[in-house]
């Protein structure tokens, strides 16, 4: 069990399966604190990536969300809580898998109802690491105008009014979350407020003891008086009972354990807590209470009386000098979210868009985070820019080399293909260049330049299978499906494409690895045995050395390769390279100035 404080105005959080009014509540306490950093680094929703916004005050956030809890331990090592609100199901499960990760300290556990015996392993688990268990079923955990754990003192207004904006002398623990709203409040009236809180939880074995968080409260040198709220029900308090027997905790330690209406009931009732039932007389309030008393702590007679034993031990310390006046100061406003502002006339309207690519604020724009300025310094090239928009990192420079060359091989093929004769006629007809350029464009499909991701997508899902060239031919030949990448109007096996030629030669002198193009021609040997004009086109040389590109360069993993295969990628190559064509073949029928030279049906052979 950790022996100080477990937050700062610092501490960030991780947090497990995505709700988001109990995470817009720990940024609304953030901004009200003047916090500069965000308290959740990140949200782990399983089977879901990307980006949840949320508000930070008035600015709009992204906040990334990952899969698993390792994935979002490695991309915020500095995050070092954990709250968690899965369900009893699998609160266990994801509660161990992040005390089993060195970067998290401390794990919240907002369900109850979690198996008893899941949470003594994850109980000797922490302490055997040294990590700290707030909970099951608790509401969480305060530390004033430094971090909240999710619903933890409710809203905003109880937050303002229980003055937990801003530190105070009291460190309070308590098994039961409703139990510490109310008590937050009392103590507010009476002290100057709250340093830190904790609900334990109201289960029969929580991850730590009122004890542990006392003992702790008292190595912090900011909390000056100690508030307990115990309940009937098993016997942590009792262990805090020897504490202050043996002169563990030195300062003022003010004590409640309600229950004491048990003894009205005429057979044994079960309270609100799994904990909170009576296992015979050690158990009830007032033994417990008796016992406390006994060992030093102040006791009152009863719960309303509970609030003047409070308020005379912090006068009593203020009087002695050791407590002195805290500043105070008006907390700012927390603008309204949208729906309920709409009825009182002021909104904040969220954004519409994400963008993780590029960034224009600032004194210079930045692609993925490298400056402008940097890009020109460094000399970076086209290759490079895209490797930063396309992959969002910087790729080796064999890599950003091989881009600009499949740019330059792919960005023209002549008037005559369908492409350039769109943009050709469209100019002709004197539209503006925009037209005649999305006009050629939007030819580009499987039987014009779409080949390449249909090309890499079929040539990696037979490489992975393990197929031979025979057996891909032939179940693509069963499917009815003409294998992409393979097959050409003009050249044949004994007239090679020159720019494969190039692609291959490059390939094999700077790729680490060429498994796939390899595979690629294997397949070639295997169709030119059938047609001598089944030769690996250009289309499917780009496909599979993108393919030997992205898995050789070791910086994507699996899955990115197949999500950049399945979106289009590979595709955009020939749209960017194309597109330079394109225009190019536009500004060549602006300068000749040659007018529509006949009604495009003029070109069509009938026949009966």
Not at 356 to 366: F, V
Not at 370 to 398: A, C, H, N, T
Not at 433 to 457: C, E, Q
Not at 488 to 503: A, F, M, S, T
């Amino acid at each position: 069990m950790a022996t100080g404080q477990l937050f700062s105005r610092t501490t960030q959080a991780l947090f497990y399966n995505y709700k988001q009014l109990p995470i817009q509540r720990m940024l609304d306490f953030d901004f009200l604190c003047g916090r500069e950093l965000p308290s959740v680094a990140g949200i782990i929703n399983p089977g879901a990536e990307g980006f949840q916004k949320l508000f930070f005050g008035q600015e709009e956030i992204a906040i990334p969300v990952h899969s698993t809890v390792e994935a979002a331990c490695a991309a915020h090592p500095t995050a070092d809580v954990f709250i968690n609100f899965a369900s009893f199901r699998s609160a266990a499960a994801s509660s161990m898998a992040a005390l089993k990760q060195p970067t998290i300290r401390v794990v919240a556990i907002i369900a109850e109802g979690v198996p008893e015996s899941d949470t003594k392993q994850l109980i000797a688990y922490a302490r055997a690491n040294n990590k700290v268990v707030i909970g099951p079923a608790t509401v969480g955990g305060i530390q004033a105008g430094s971090f909240k754990i999710g619903d933890t003192a409710g809203t905003i207004d109880n937050i303002v009014a229980c003055k937990l904006y801003r530190p105070g002398s009291v460190g309070f623990v308590s098994k039961s979350g409703g139990m510490s709203n109310e008590l937050y409040n009392t103590i507010a009236r009476v002290t100057d407020g709250i340093y830190e809180g904790i609900a334990i939880g109201g289960d029969v074995f929580p991850g730590s003891t009122l004890s542990d968080h006392v003992l702790r409260f008292n190595n912090i040198p900011q909390v000056k008086m100690i508030v307990v709220l115990g309940e009937l029900g098993g016997r942590d308090e009792y262990s805090l009972v020897e504490a202050l027997k043996q002169g563990k905790v030195n300062k003022p330690v003010v004590a409640w354990v309600s229950g004491t209406c048990a003894r009205l009931f005429k057979s044994e009732v079960q309270f609100g807590h799994a904990g909170a039932k009576s296992g015979g007389e050690m158990e009830s309030a007032q033994a417990k209470n008796q016992a406390l008393k006994d060992a030093g702590a102040a006791v009152p007679t009863s719960y309303e009386a509970f609030e003047t034993a409070i308020k005379e031990t912090f006068e009593k310390l203020v009087e002695e000098g050791k407590i002195s006046s805290v500043k105070e100061f008006t907390p700012p406003q927390i603008p309204e979210d949208l729906n309920i502002a709409i009825k009182s006339g002021k909104v904040r309207a969220p954004t519409h868009i994400i963008s993780t690519i590029s960034d224009d604020r600032g004194e210079e724009p930045c692609y993925a985070g490298v400056p402008m300025s940097s890009i020109v310094e460094q000399g970076y090239g086209v290759g490079d820019v895209i490797s930063l928009l396309w992959f969002k990192r910087s790729l080796p420079r064999y890599c950003t080399h091989f881009i600009e060359i499949c740019i330059m091989l792919c960005a023209d093929h002549g008037p005559c293909v369908s492409g350039a004769h769109n943009t050709i006629v469209t100019a002709r007809a004197g539209k503006d260049l925009v037209s005649s350029l999305v006009s050629g464009l939007l030819t580009i499909g499987p039987r014009f330049g779409g080949a390449i991701d249909d090309a890499a997508r079929y040539f990696k899902d037979a490489y992975d299978r393990g197929l031979t060239p025979y057996e891909f031919v032939e179940s693509m030949k069963k499917k009815g499906i003409r294998v992409p990448g393979i097959g050409h109007r003009i050249k044949r096996g004994d007239n090679r494409d020159k720019r494969v030629e190039l692609l291959q030669q490059f390939a094999h002198t700077h790729f680490p690895s060429v498994k796939y193009m390899e595979y690629a021609v294997q397949v070639e040997t295997y169709t030119l045995s059938k047609a001598n004009n089944l030769v690996l086109n250009v289309d499917g040389a780009i496909g599979s050395l993108f393919l030997d590109l992205l898995a050789g360069s070791g910086m994507f993993s699996k899955q990115e390769i197949d999500e950049i295969v399945g979106i289009g990628y590979l595709n955009g190559l020939f749209v960017l390279a194309r597109s330079i064509g394109l225009i190019g073949h536009t500004f060549d029928q602006k300068r000749l100035k040659q007018p529509l030279y006949r009604h495009p049906w003029e070109d069509v052979l009938y026949t009966k």
